[in-house]
């Protein structure tokens, strides 16, 4: 079981911001192979959802944020590399399901699934409302789920 934080940048410390940035780009830069700006101007606006185990690791993480277009969105979902198989996906959205109905309730949340986990994400209530899409070499689909 995860114990969860959700904060704002500003209310991380330094290492807490490395350790994030850190394992974003294991994930995303290194494991995935994209190459885009990870850490970029969404960041200070945005609430940082983070999952960490019993001796305190980082284990899974999500990034919570009002996107002008579209409403509350989830992205830079993650779980670590050492931490996969366990539920610990489920448990990450289900937290950042709680979170942005506490953030912006009554609100439809958004995010931008690789297209291969859209079953994972329809299970939760997500619904596909794009076609699937490049997004830096990987294929992605949009997904909303309306409000709870």
């Not at 001796?55 to 992205?75: E, F, M, S």
């Amino acid at each position: 079981m995860l114990s969860w934080s959700c904060e704002r940048l500003e209310g991380l410390g330094s290492l807490e911001v490395f350790e994030l940035l850190k394992l974003r780009a294991m994930v995303f830069v290194s494991e995935q192979r994209c190459i885009y700006q990870d850490p970029d101007d969404t960041d200070p606006e945005a609430w940082h959802l983070r999952g960490r185990d019993a001796q305190g690791r980082l284990a899974a993480y999500a990034r919570l944020y009002r996107d002008a277009r579209v409403g509350p969105k989830i992205g830079r979902v993650l779980t670590a590399p050492w931490a996969r198989g366990a539920g610990q996906g489920r448990a990450l959205m289900h937290q950042a399901l709680r979170d942005c109905a506490r953030l912006w309730p009554g609100e439809a949340v958004t995010l931008s699934a690789q297209a291969h986990l859209q079953h994972f994400y329809a299970a939760l209530g997500f619904a596909a409302i794009s076609e699937v899409y490049d997004e830096d070499g990987i294929p992605h689909i949009d997904m909303r789920r309306p409000a709870a």
